[in-house]
């Protein structure tokens, strides 16, 4: 009997097309992806290459500026030592004149200068960049300051013009003072006759050998000249380089427009996003997105389009320790680079195209050729199935072909060895899907579990803000109740004191008087008003105590990682736990007994390690109060409720924290399980479970620790942490 098929001729599409079509789709697409890949290639060329030139100029120009900002401070300090072991006499401003005169002569600098607490002072100065002045001021305004020139051994030759100047009104003077030690001044800018004048103002102040304060020294550059510097860095053709200040102010910049600008023949800086640079422009404009200036701490990279051209930016923040703290721009336009890639895109796409033409020819006489041997033994096939078996197919010059009619007989065996093979994939498939749900389960599990961790940490972050806030707010009244009260105690003991002198040494008091002293009871008064004051002050001392206590609990005021005092941690835990510690009419006093030892300063994360002491603190109180409610009085009077705490040093590398109590304690099976997450023995409702959980994480996996139970059932619970005095490796919560 013989199975017909419906016939598909009419969806089915011709071999040679199948061949063609599909290999010349390959081929476009090779080509497609050879171009977008050798494009792409390009740009990365490009990137990497404005990268390492931005990286370059970044470094040359951070090289320049630690070598020539150096100059200045390093001036300061020879000429401060030299004024303060009497090398230099500040009062003889002419032989100080030529020594300054001599030391612009040596570096490349604007002006040397100093300024007395007596409003005198000199400096020498190179206004126009060339020629070398003197100026000499006194302390009588007005017209007080004296411009000299100078021929070239610095002797002063003739008077150019008078002016006024003012120590005490100058930002170069008074930030100085005010500072009393080295710093930077605030740029400086004027208008002189020689030209615009902008310059950044090393500056210290000078002492005498009794240490007592003469004035100031400082030391100009000619903020121009880095503007100079920065034109001559190869930056490309359009390339830009300059300087910020914080405030987004133009402190140099590469291109000829100047860092200020000429308003009524006064001076006036330019903010970067007002430079009439457009490349200027639009960079700061799109770094003020970054939440401004201040913002960038890091070395910042990103592309941007200025006038319809993209260009890199490389963006460093320079800083020294005298107080400058400026931004690094570098920018390079992609157009720099992209000229010879654009041409090598260009002749890729002509060369890709040609090939994809010579493929389509050579795909169509190749499939013409495969396909004739394959019409023959679809021919023959046709015929075998229609039952016709006496059928021979000629040989072509494919091997492949040659052996298809062979292979067409074991058709039936690869058939049964096919769904075999399929069957075994199922079962083992079957397999995998099991084994993935398990490991899917395992890490829902998990993810629960760090899910709570997570709640639980952000509680306690967001309680120890709480506590602090409130420790906080009730400090400050609280210390100034506390502070006043001892001026109350001492005012109050001085009028107790006037009117026993009244009483004394007084004639009969009036009978008012004597009748107002009954009705207010003037003896007890006298008495009980200093027992008063000083219960008072037992008061604000007591919450002062508890303040300092929720403070130091919460840490919130201090650094994360720190050295602590793990004493101070657990004093503090134990004041705030005081409430629970206390005898109370349905519970009578859990007694604490501390055993500290001689234990230094500890490196680690104060907050969390306090969350430990708090936890295990609870957990014993908690069982302590169950132990109790299962007691007699006399029980309770002969055993009473105690927690014992002990420090110590373990091999000189660790500190070992024991916690124990006299309650309930915990049997074996579930001394296995305490520190499993969400495991608790509490009623629902009272415990989470993942206290201890949190507290076995901090110690071993944040402070690289141990975190053991040790306990007897009926008898109490020890508890003993410890960990390294140092920390080998800081990690990153």
């Keep these: 009997m013989k199975t017909h098929y419906p016939s598909k001729e009419g969806k089915a599409f011709p071999l040679q097309i199948v061949l063609v079509v599909p290999f010349l789709i390959q081929i476009f697409a090779a080509v497609s992806l050879v171009g977008y890949l050798s494009f792409k290639n390009g740009q990365r060329a490009v990137n990497a290459l404005a990268e390492q030139l ?207 600008t000429l308003i009524n023949q006064k001076v006036q800086r330019l903010r970067a996003i007002d430079s009439p640079n457009p490349i200027v422009q639009n960079i700061a404009r799109h770094l003020q997105t970054f939440n401004g200036f201040a913002s960038i701490n890091q070395d910042t990279d990103f592309q941007l389009e200025v006038q319809g051209k993209r260009h890199f930016v490389d963006v460093v923040p320079w800083r020294d320790k005298y107080g400058l703290d400026w931004l690094v721009v570098v920018s390079v336009p992609e157009s720099a680079f992209m000229a010879q890639i654009d041409t090598n895109t260009h002749t890729t796409i002509a060369l890709c195209l040609g090939a994809l033409l010579l493929a389509s020819v050579m795909g169509v006489f190749t499939s013409h050729w495969i396909v004739r041997p394959i019409l023959r033994l679809n021919w023959a096939s046709e015929a075998m199935a229609s039952g016709n078996l006496d059928q021979k197919v000629e040989t072509s010059g494919i091997r492949e072909l040659n052996t298809l009619s062979n292979s067409f007989n074991h058709m039936a065996g690869q058939l049964y060895e096919t769904f075999t093979a399929l069957e075994k994939s199922k079962e083992e498939l079957e397999d995998r899907v099991e084994e993935r749900t398990t490991e899917l389960k395992n890490a829902l599990e998990e993810l629960q579990r760090t899910q709570s961790q997570v709640v639980q940490s952000e509680k306690m972050s967001s309680l120890g803000q709480l506590v602090a806030g409130v420790a906080h707010e009730i400090n400050n009244p609280v210390n100034f109740i506390h502070g006043n009260l001892a001026h109350v105690q001492e005012y109050t003991q001085d009028l107790l004191t006037l009117v026993q002198l009244y009483q004394e040494h007084g004639s009969v008091p009036a009978p008012e008087i004597q009748i107002a002293a009954e009705e207010m009871d003037l003896e007890f008064l006298q008495e009980d008003l200093p027992k008063m004051l000083s219960s008072m002050k037992v008061g604000t001392d007591r919450i002062r105590q508890i303040v300092l206590s929720l403070r130091n609990f919460s840490r919130t005021d201090e650094a994360e990682f720190k050295k602590v005092d793990i004493h101070e941690g657990i004093d503090s835990t ?160």
């Design 574 to 733: 134990l004041m705030i736990l005081q409430h629970r510690l206390k005898a109370k009419p349905e519970q009578p006093e859990i007694e604490v007994i501390t055993d500290y030892g001689d234990v230094p300063l500890v490196e680690c994360y104060a907050g969390q390690l306090n969350q430990v002491f708090m936890n295990i603190l609870v957990n014993a109180i908690d069982a302590l109060e169950e132990s109790n409610a299962k007691r007699t009085y006399q029980e309770i009077k002969d055993n009473p409720s105690r927690i014992k705490i002990r420090t110590s040093v373990v091999n000189s590398t660790w500190v070992e924290v024991a916690i124990a109590d006299n309650g309930v304690g915990i049997s074996k099976e579930f001394q296995q399980r305490i520190f499993d997450p969400f495991f608790t023995t509490k009623p629902i409702g009272k415990g989470t479970g993942m206290g201890m959980s949190i507290s076995y994480q901090i110690i071993t996996e944040k402070h690289g620790g141990k975190l053991e139970c040790f306990s007897t059932a009926g008898k109490g619970t020890e508890f003993i942490i410890q960990v390294p005095l140092q920390l080998k490796v800081h990690r990153v919560v």
């Design 54 to 260: 931005m990286d370059r100029t970044s470094d040359v120009v951070d090289e320049h500026l630690k070598s020539h900002l150096s100059v200045p401070q390093t001036l300061n300090q020879i000429n401060a030592d030299a004024i303060r072991r009497g090398v230099l006499n500040v009062g003889d401003r002419k032989t100080l004149g030529t020594y300054f005169w001599d030391q612009m002569q040596a570096y490349d600098l604007t002006y040397v200068g100093i300024g007395l607490t007596t409003g005198e002072g000199m400096g020498v100065a190179r206004y126009d960049g060339k020629t070398i002045t003197i100026d000499d001021w006194t302390a009588n305004l007005p017209n007080n300051t004296t411009n000299y020139a100078t021929d070239n051994q610095g002797n002063r030759t003739q008077v150019n013009n008078h002016f006024t100047w003012d120590n005490f009104s100058e930002v170069w003077y008074t930030q100085t003072i005010a500072a009393g030690k080295p710093i930077w001044a605030k740029i400086y800018t004027a208008n002189f006759p020689t030209g615009p004048y902008i310059a950044a103002s090393a500056s210290r102040p000078i002492y005498n050998a009794q240490n007592r304060l003469l004035g100031m020294i400082a030391t100009d550059i000619h903020l121009l000249k880095l503007s100079d510097f920065l034109r001559t860095l190869d930056v490309s053709q359009s390339g830009q380089v300059f300087l910020l200040e914080r405030d987004g102010m133009l402190v140099a910049n590469s291109g000829t427009e100047k860092p200020f």
